[in-house]
């Protein structure tokens, strides 16, 4: 084990042990994550949005945050145990972070006529459509494989808690449906990326969102996005019809989702503050 995983495993045990929770915030030995919300929020985050959604399975849940470099600062499932929950999803939730994280962007990008002057925010969901064969992203889903490597470190019993082997280590991976959001603080300045997993991609999405939105990650209004939706950039966009040539069907705006079982309405989501 490296001296920074130690360190970081050591940290992680302190933070569980003193009972972190709201405004306390993850921490390893270069203070990759100091900016960030610790396990124990994200997972109160997760429980309270997995409870208030009930669109989609209505399955339990696996989150992950990364941060703006791509490193995974906390994981956490919203069940009685590892096992509530999809097993699957929880390198899902990693991947769909590092995604969001990847493809979005802040005011600061704008330089010297180049950029995006007020920032572009692209969830997951957003992906859809431009990574289909034909689509101006097609490809796109290959470019960052996951390291399994980090993903599927031992031992098992620590998935899910602060002691997580993902955490501190960089996960890449490319998800293309939804669950994964950007998240800002205050300023509309982009901080890092979280991911959901555990349900429909459609859930999935709207759980992401009541959980960026409990930790006050949303300070998104004035951001651009695809949406048409100021007050929602992000959103997933259901525009999607029938290709009458077959295969993929076709997005109006380019940017559309599959609607999934049961699909919840994305217009009453919390609206996100300056």
């Known amino acids: 084990m490296s001296r920074k995983r130690l360190l970081y495993r050591t940290a992680a045990v302190v933070l569980s042990l003193t009972g972190a929770a709201g405004t306390a915030y993850a921490w390893d030995d270069s203070n990759e994550c100091q900016s960030l919300p610790s396990q124990s929020a994200l997972k109160t985050a997760l429980a309270e949005a997995t409870a208030t959604e009930t669109s989609g399975l209505n399955n339990q849940m696996w989150a992950a945050i990364v941060n703006r470099d791509g490193v995974v600062c906390a994981v956490a499932f919203s069940g009685v ?151 929602h950039p992000d959103n997933i966009i259901y525009d999607i019809t029938a290709n009458p040539n077959g295969g993929t069907g076709i997005s109006a705006g380019g940017f559309g989702h599959p609607k999934c079982i049961n699909t919840g309405d994305q217009t009453a989501l919390p609206d996100v503050i300056k």
């Open 81 to 231: 145990n590892r096992g509530a929950q999809w097993p699957g999803s929880r390198v899902i939730a990693a991947q769909k972070a590092n995604t969001a994280n990847a493809f979005s962007l802040d005011a600061s990008s704008y330089s010297g006529g180049s950029g995006q002057a007020s920032g572009l925010s692209l969830s997951t969901a957003n992906l859809y459509s431009a990574v289909q064969p034909g689509g101006s992203l097609f490809g796109l889903q290959e470019s960052n494989p996951v390291s399994t490597e980090v993903a599927y470190q031992e031992p098992s019993s620590d998935y899910g808690t602060a002691k997580d082997p993902m955490v501190g280590q960089k996960i890449g991976g490319v998800n293309v449906f939804g669950g994964g959001l950007a998240l800002y603080a205050k300023g509309a300045t982009i901080v890092g990326a979280v991911g959901v997993s555990g349900d429909t991609s459609c859930a999935d999405h709207m759980i992401a969102w009541r959980v960026r939105n409990h930790l006050g990650l949303d300070h998104l209004l004035g951001v651009g996005g695809v949406s048409g939706d100021p007050s």
